[in-house]
């Protein structure tokens, strides 16, 4: 005869099984994709990932250890967007991220037949009309690169530090607007970070709020 002490022993173990079987299967699915689960917010470690890029190369995050790494979400039919490349802010802190060894990673994560959605020949045009010399281009089809960290706008920002931690997260700067006027005494919230970072100081804002369009993933 089943008493209520052993029935609720048995539903734990069922429980505590589940939960183990759903951590497996989540590692595998993080390892099939190569996307490696983690918390994309200031202070932690950053997600791994691997993905093409327009050039035909594949690249992963870990062959940048012990590089600064910006992540830079983007869609380039995005008004947002265009105001940063028009006014050349963003064109303007790719140089000189690669002017100071930091490598600079544009990702486009728009699903086929949704707006920004590129083909890697036309990506590499775009910058160049543009004038923008990303260090790679990643072609994010798919969107697990950019669920993995929560990317919810173009543009969305990430500072990665050499160690692999994330040390900035959020908006290029504090003027939600795709008005080119509010680029006038906007404070580039990247570029103060990149200059902490470059002093031995603390990120003073480690996190704020992202603005502009919808990343378009598939569904979305």
């Known amino acids: 005869m089943k008493?209520?002490?052993?029935?609720?022993?048995?539903?734990?173990?069922?429980?505590?099984?589940g939960a183990s079987l759903f951590a497996a299967t989540a590692l595998a699915i993080a390892s099939f994709t190569g996307i490696a689960k983690a918390d994309p917010f200031p202070g932690n470690p950053a997600p791994a990932f691997t993905g093409a890029t327009a050039a035909g190369e594949t690249v992963s995050l870990s062959d940048f250890a012990g590089q600064t790494v910006i992540l830079e979400w983007t869609n380039h039919d995005c008004p947002f967007v265009v105001k940063h490349y028009d006014g050349a802010v963003i064109p303007g802190l790719q140089a000189r991220a690669a002017a100071e060894g930091h490598v600079w990673l544009q990702i486009i994560s728009s699903f086929p037949g949704t707006q920004g959605h590129v083909s890697a020949e036309r990506a590499i045009e775009l910058n160049d009309e543009r004038g923008a010399a990303p260090t790679h281009v990643i072609l994010d089809e798919s969107g697990d690169i950019g669920r993995a960290y929560e990317a919810r706008t173009t543009p969305h920002m990430f500072i990665i530090d050499g160690e692999g931690v994330i040390q900035y997260a959020g908006a290029i700067d504090d003027q939600p607007s795709a008005n080119p006027a509010s680029l006038d005494g906007a404070l580039n919230y990247v570029s103060q970070a990149l200059d902490e970072l470059a002093a031995g100081e603390p990120v003073s804002v480690p996190e704020t709020q992202p603005y502009g369009c919808s990343v378009k993933y598939e569904g979305a």
């Open 3 to 17: 008493t209520a002490a052993n029935t609720i022993s048995v539903n734990r173990r069922h429980l505590v099984l």
